[in-house]
């Protein structure tokens, strides 16, 4: 079974940067297309950026500009970047697969925003 493990959370002040990572086991990571979701409280889980295979990525146009996701195929994983963090960017970010049935979801890593 995928394992999915990610880390890298934490509280910063309104401004400030944070880099989260996932590490993804038991599959051959390089051929999988990466995204990371999140979900705030009482909120659907939304994805907010994603790189294929081939390392070309994309952005929810609420985080475009001040997130930056990459991923390193021989470390089984992916990052992302998170500058200029708003209030609003609080949540749990998890990572997963964006195309076929998720994998079954990590623990997340939480990410407080507030001053």
């Known amino acids: 079974q995928v394992q999915l493990v990610e880390s890298g959370g934490g509280l910063v002040q309104p401004g400030g940067s944070l880099r989260l990572s996932c590490v993804v086991s038991r599959v051959t990571f390089s051929i999988y297309s990466m995204g990371w979701y999140r979900q705030a409280p009482g909120k659907q889980r939304e994805l907010v950026a994603s790189?294929?295979?081939?390392?070309?990525?994309n952005y929810a146009d609420s985080v475009k500009g001040r997130f930056t996701i990459s991923r390193d195929n021989a470390k089984n994983t992916v990052y992302l970047q998170i500058n200029s963090l708003k209030t609003e960017d609080t949540a749990v970010y998890y990572c997963n697969r964006i195309r076929g049935t998720p994998w079954t979801w990590g623990q997340g890593t939480q990410v407080t925003v507030s001053s």
């Open positions: 790189i294929i295979s081939g390392g070309s990525t």
